[in-house]
């Protein structure tokens, strides 16, 4: 009988053993998931800083610049975004796709509807550029993962100049309708942003 007593002694030792690893193992990946959500604080005050930097360098278009680049905008979104919902393998890649599609529809409808009570009356022209049209041509011709990244680093890039664009003009843009839609618009770009650099990282 007295040997029982070492054999539960080990017994007990193990099972403490054991808890103390995974206590460690809990604590290694919650300092692991913090570590990554300071990194992913800094990367977006870094990223921040550089939009404030690029804003402050940006002269402040007229209303006609400023809706044909957000029609040419919402244009490019919508078709790369289409590319995106047949080519991305990722399902995130093509549910953001797919949100992409509604939300740049929704706001080719409201600048155009806010163009139209400016005086005079303003009309965007939707027209891609020869660059827009390059890059379409060259994403559609990839697919799969290969797709997937392209097509988020490219969005992180068309939605940082997109809230530069509406951060200036809903500032000091020169017409009030103008204004009031960029900056309506706004939240919802840098909440797109937001959600491209989660999905680009």
């Known amino acids: 009988m007295k040997r029982s007593i070492p054999i539960l002694s080990a ?23 913090q570590a990554e959500q300071a990194l992913d604080s800094a990367g ?26 957000m029609a040419k905008s919402d244009a490019y979104e919508i078709a790369a975004a289409k590319l995106a919902v047949t080519n991305a393998s990722s399902q995130s890649v093509k549910d953001f796709a797919a949100e992409m599609i509604k939300a740049h529809t929704d706001s080719t409808a409201r600048i155009k509807a806010a163009a139209a009570t400016a005086n005079p009356a303003l009309t965007p022209n939707a027209e891609l550029t020869a660059d827009q049209q390059d890059d379409l041509a060259d994403l559609g011709k990839k697919k799969g993962a290969e797709f997937d990244k ?39 770009v840098q909440g797109h942003l937001d959600h491209a650099r989660k999905l680009h990282q």
């Not at 690029?54 to 002269?59: D, E, G, H, K, N």
């Open 44 to 69: 977006a005050m870094a990223s921040n800083v550089a939009l404030d930097a690029q804003q402050a360098l940006s002269p402040t278009p007229a209303g006609q610049e400023f809706i044909d680049r």
């Open 150 to 188: 392209d097509y988020i680093d490219d969005q992180v890039d068309a939605h940082e100049d997109a809230v530069v664009l509406l951060r200036d003009y809903s500032a000091k843009g020169d017409t009030p309708a103008l204004r009031t839609v960029a900056g309506e618009l706004l939240p919802t």
């Open 11 to 33: 017994a007990v030792l193990t099972l403490a053993l054991a808890g103390c690893g995974d206590k460690t193992k809990a604590d290694a990946e919650t300092a692991a998931n």
